[in-house]
């Protein structure tokens, strides 16, 4: 029973494991498709999609079948619960692709925009950031974890800047507005990219450390002031 049950939670990784392969490549073509400005390559990742989508439900079965014919305890459970979050996080990451790769097909209607090479690196530190997350899951590896969480300030002041340099592409050519709302769709899914695999990376805390530090800051905020208000 103990090897079988051993051999289960190895597939549940595996399959983990698949999904993230797949999510990243997704979110990958779809940003190399705004750069190369490719129809084909969006239509690839569109086409994909359902991919994605059956492979979350898949996962999630096996989760709750393990859940409720093994029940297990400890560690082996916030390995399943942790499975289960990070598991809404990549689906909601390949429907951010889809999203970004209708963008793209939308942004080829019109003239190019200037051009923004600081997007791209804002998609590679946001892809990395996901990569690394997933890396840190199947390591069981706390500490890069933690690192992908610091990572995500520098996708935040990135896509604050590039916004501000949007809008005044804006009212220097008026020509560009239909098209850049649309780059303005897509830095924000490549700031959500980075809030997503942060979330990964802190159930990854939770996982080996059985520490939840979502909301962390904010969480002891709020006790600190209800314990003040109840010694008052």
Known sequence: MERKFEEELEEIKQSLLSLGSKVERNFGDAISSLIDRDPVLAGDVLARDPLVDLAEVQLDEHCLYVLVRRQ???RDLRFIASTLKVVKDLERVGDMASDIAEHVLALLRYPPVRDFPEIAEMGRLAQQMLKRALDAFVKHDPQLA??????DDKVDEMHSRIWD????????ELSSIPAVPHLFAIIKYLERLGDHSSNVAEMVVFMVEGTDIRHSVKIRAIRERLAAESES
């Open 72 to 74: 297990p305890v400890a």
């Open 146 to 151: 933690r690192e992908v969480i610091a990572d």
């Open 165 to 172: 340099s949007l809008v005044a592409v804006m009212s220097e």
